[in-house]
């Protein structure tokens, strides 16, 4: 059964840091390119970040140079490391798996953890 677990969120001051934690199982992680998304209140789902199978890495222009998409293989685990936070990236934030091999036939998605950055 495939399960991705995330972990990590919580509340946060402005300017704090988080780190957010996907925990993947029954596919092939290694194949696979992930991605976190966010979606805030009142917001359309946005890619916030992705990390391809090969290492690359892509970032949506608000979150560049604070946040860092990264991931171990071995642990079949791929993490958000969100620092400098703003209020407005109070959102839930889902881990997306799309497999590399296919074209991203196969897709899976976590079911969200809360991040709230606020006083």
């Known amino acids: 059964q495939v399960q991705l677990v995330e972990s990590g969120g919580g509340l946060v001051l402005p300017g704090g840091s988080l780190r957010l934690s996907c925990a993947a199982s029954?596919?092939?992680?290694?194949?696979?390119?992930m991605s976190w998304y966010r979606q805030g209140p009142g917001k359309e789902r946005e890619l916030v970040a992705t990390i391809s199978a090969g290492g690359s890495t892509n970032y949506v222009d608000s979150v560049k140079g604070r946040f860092t998409i990264s991931r171990d293989n071995a642990k079949n685990t791929v993490y958000l490391q969100m620092n400098s936070l703003k209020a407005e990236d109070t959102a839930v934030y889902y881990c997306?798996?799309?497999?590399?091999?296919?074209?991203?036939?196969?897709?899976?998605w976590g079911q969200g953890t809360q991040v709230t950055v606020s006083l």
């Open positions: 997306y798996a799309a497999s590399q091999t296919d074209w991203g036939r196969r897709t899976y």
């Open positions: 029954g596919f092939t992680f290694s194949s696979y390119a």
